[in-house]
C-alpha cells in the first residue's frame, strides 16, 4: 500500500488517536509492531495519518493496548481511519487544503461553536460577501479561483441548513458586524441573512457589543471548536496567515471550552443580539 502523500485532518486525528492510546499503554513503536505482527513502520505511518487500518486491525491494537473506552474504539471504527469521502472532494487540488479539511470537521460534527472578532461566520456568508472578502486576498488570487473559493464556501452551509442541521453557538464581536465589506448593499443584505439564520431553531448567533470590554480569545481572530461523536475527537481550527491551524491535544481543547464558555458570558442574548444588527443595518 502506497502511503498517502496529504492526509485529511481526519485520517490524522485517527492516527493521533492511536498514538495516544499506545502511549497511554506506555508501549513503543517496535512492541507494537511485534505484537500486531507487522513492521514498526506501519504502525508509524498508521499513527502519522499515512496509511489506513481495518477496523479488526483497530480492534486489535485497542485490545494489545489493553483500552476498555468502547465508545472511542466505536467511533474510531465508525470513522474507519479516516477513510471518508464527502462532497468537498471536488474542491481537491482547486483551493487550499484546509479549506477541506474544515469541511471534513464539520461534516463530522455533532455540534460547532464559533467565535468570530473581525469577520463573520463563513457558514452564514451570502454569495456577494464571501466574494467580497476573497476579492481582498494579497496578492490578487485568479478569478476563476474566487469563484471556486465563494462556491465551496456556500455548499459549506449546507450543514446547518440542510435536512439535519448541526447545533451552531456563534459568537460575534460588534466590529464584525460594523464592517462594510463589499460596501453598503452587500453589507445590508448580509446582515439581513445574518438576522433570518438565527431564527434557525439550530443556530444561536449572540453579539460582543463594543462595550463588554476584553474579554478571553479577543486575540484569535476566529476560532472553530469542532464537537465530535465521542470528546476524545473534539477539534479546535483558528485562522493564522499562512493558513488554518488545527489543535487537539486534551489540554489544549479543555482550555478552550473554557474560554469559549466564558465569551458566551459577555455576549448578548440572542434576541439582543439580532437587535443590535438590526440598529446597524439601519444605520448603513
Not at 13 to 31: C, D, H, N
Not at 217 to 246: I, K
Amino acid at each position: 500500500m502506497a502511503p498517502r502523500q496529504s492526509p485529511t485532518i481526519l485520517q490524522r486525528r485517527f492516527g493521533t488517536e492511536l498514538k495516544r492510546l499506545r502511549e497511554a499503554a506506555g508501549m513503543s513503536v517496535p512492541a507494537a509492531a511485534e505484537h500486531l505482527d507487522t513492521d514498526r513502520t506501519v504502525i508509524s505511518n498508521v499513527e502519522a495519518g499515512r496509511f489506513g487500518i481495518s477496523e479488526e486491525r483497530l480492534r486489535r491494537l485497542a485490545s494489545i493496548y489493553e483500552c476498555d473506552d468502547t465508545a472511542l474504539i466505536d467511533t474510531l471504527a465508525a470513522l474507519t481511519g479516516g477513510r471518508r469521502s464527502g462532497w468537498w472532494d471536488e474542491y481537491r487540488g482547486k483551493i487550499p487544503p484546509g479549506f477541506l479539511d474544515v469541511s471534513a470537521l464539520e461534516d463530522y460534527a455533532v455540534r460547532l461553536r464559533t467565535v468570530q472578532i473581525a469577520h463573520l461566520p463563513g457558514l452564514f456568508h451570502t454569495e456577494d460577501h464571501a466574494r467580497a472578502i476573497f476579492d481582498l486576498a494579497t496578492p490578487p488570487l485568479p478569478r476563476l479561483e474566487v469563484e471556486l473559493r465563494v462556491a465551496h464556501r456556500l455548499a459549506r452551509q449546507r450543514v446547518v441548513s440542510g435536512d439535519n442541521p448541526v447545533p451552531y453557538i456563534g459568537v460575534i464581536h460588534e466590529a464584525a458586524i460594523r464592517m462594510e465589506i463589499g460596501g453598503r448593499t452587500v453589507t445590508r443584505a448580509q446582515l439581513r441573512h445574518l438576522v433570518e439564520a438565527s431564527d434557525r431553531p439550530n443556530v444561536v448567533l449572540r453579539i460582543i457589543p463594543f462595550g463588554a470590554g476584553g474579554f478571553p480569545l479577543l486575540g484569535d481572530s476566529s476560532v472553530l471548536y469542532v464537537e465530535a461523536p465521542n470528546p476524545h475527537l473534539d477539534t479546535v481550527q483558528l485562522d493564522s496567515p499562512t493558513g488554518a491551524v488545527f489543535l487537539d491535544s486534551p489540554t489544549q481543547l479543555a482550555n478552550f471550552r473554557t474560554r469559549l464558555d466564558l465569551v458566551e458570558k459577555v455576549a448578548l442574548t440572542p434576541t439582543k443580539s439580532r437587535d443590535l444588527i438590526r440598529t446597524v443595518m439601519k444605520e448603513l
